[in-house]
């Protein structure tokens, strides 16, 4: 009987404690939100980032810290780890595909600009040999 009324005791304390920790994560959830709309980015990095880290599957947290992220890649990162999560989230997908097409147009740009140098480059060396042989 004591040994039902402490397991019993224990179980109320971890499920107060696990409530606890989800009302304190939805409550810094809140203020990063607050503080990202305020652009207070490095302290809502810092908050978002313990969110995640005590729940790992916390997409709002992951696409908060991927639209705050610092670098391409660190945003790459983080969408993938929320689809990773939740295959079906539709934001997270668009954004990887809108990067992957940035990425895409910025490869053919530099394609077309050295296309374009060699052309020019191409037609100065041809100047250069007919103006040599009529010389």
């Known amino acids: 009987m004591i040994g039902r009324t402490i397991d019993a005791h224990v179980e109320v ?3 107060a404690v696990s409530e606890n920790r989800q009302t304190n994560n939805e409550e810094l959830l809140q203020l990063a939100i607050k503080a990202a709309k305020s652009g207070q980015k490095d302290s809502a990095r810092v908050m978002f980032r313990r969110v995640w880290d005590s729940d790992r599957r916390s997409e709002t ?3 908060w810290l991927a639209k705050l992220s610092k670098s391409q890649k660190e945003r ?19 954004a990887l595909r809108k990067m992957q097409r940035t990425r895409a147009a910025s490869e053919n740009r530099t394609l ?4 374009m140098v060699a052309v ?16």
Do not use: D, H, Y
């Not at 480059?121 to 042989?133: F, G, N």
């Open 76 to 94: 790459q990162e983080w969408l993938t780890r929320v689809i990773k999560v939740n295959p079906n989230n539709e934001t997270a997908k668009e």
């Open 61 to 63: 947290a992951m696409m």
């Open 13 to 15: 304390k971890v499920v």
């Open 112 to 115: 077309l600009l050295f296309g």
């Open 120 to 135: 020019v480059m191409i037609v100065l060396a041809i100047a250069i040999v007919v103006l040599v042989s009529v010389l």
